[in-house]
């Protein structure tokens, strides 16, 4: 069974310019979940996917953040304008279901360098 | 919010036992997940526990006390491939908490 995949695996930009990363779950998953975990810190949910339609985005800052998961499979999560304190490792997962007993399966990451 | 806490770092020997704990909000608390996750690498799932108790799973077991908020992994016949970070979650309704995770360190 392929696991979930992510891309890029690193990009640098510099502040105040765009940056999107793309994730593909494992499929038939229905729920996606996008993380931001900064060094040595644990990952911090920014938004949760239920198939196409969003199920939690409370800590997306929404005035440069966004997210898309058209069709209820692949998703991306765009940058606009980047600040320093954007960079971090962006980690992609997918769950079976969104119900609390159901693990979830990480993407590799994508790690991003604002200058 | 729904704060997990849990040590920043622990070091332990080769071939020796270590208890990493985690403590968290009882309140809308569903149950607690364990993942391990080495530098650089995406978290992997160890343990998921939402009745009291050990659940054993080879060298790894987990233990949960839904009563005082409470849980710990507990590593044997630790390997020096066990040196990683070792993340608390928990989870809330549809929603997961993280813990800011123990790096662990095995010496030889």
């Known amino acids: 069974e392929a696991g979930v995949a992510q891309s890029p695996r690193y990009k640098i930009i510099e502040k105040r310019q765009s940056v999107a990363f793309w994730c593909n779950p494992i499929?038939?998953?229905?729920?996606l979940y996008w993380y931001q975990q900064i060094l040595g810190q644990g990952p911090k949910l920014l938004i949760q996917f239920q198939n196409n339609g969003v199920v939690d985005d409370s800590q997306l800052p929404k005035d440069r953040f966004s997210a898309e998961r058209l069709k209820g499979v692949d998703s991306t999560l765009k940058i606009q304008p980047a600040k320093l304190e954007d960079s971090a490792v962006y980690l992609c997962?997918?769950?079976?279901?969104?119900?609390?007993?159901?693990?979830?399966?990480f993407g590799p990451g994508t790690r991003l360098t604002v200058l | 919010g729904q704060n997990i806490d849990q040590p920043t770092e622990m070091t332990a020997t080769e071939g020796a036992i270590v208890q990493i704990n985690c403590t968290y909000q009882t309140s809308g608390f569903n149950g607690l997940f364990w993942y391990q996750q080495h530098a650089g690498e995406a978290p992997t799932f160890l343990s998921y526990n939402v009745l009291d108790g050990l659940e054993e799973k080879g060298r790894f077991s987990s233990f949960l006390s839904r009563s005082k908020g409470y849980s710990y992994l507990l590593l044997k016949e630790l390997q020096m491939k066990d040196s990683a970070s070792y993340l608390c979650?928990?989870?809330?309704?549809?929603?997961?908490?993280f813990g800011p995770g123990t790096r662990l360190s095995v010496l030889p």
């Open positions: 997962a997918s769950s079976l279901d969104p119900g609390p007993n159901n693990e979830q399966f």
């Open positions: 499929s038939g998953h229905a729920t």
């Open positions: 979650a928990g989870s809330y309704g549809q929603n997961f908490v």
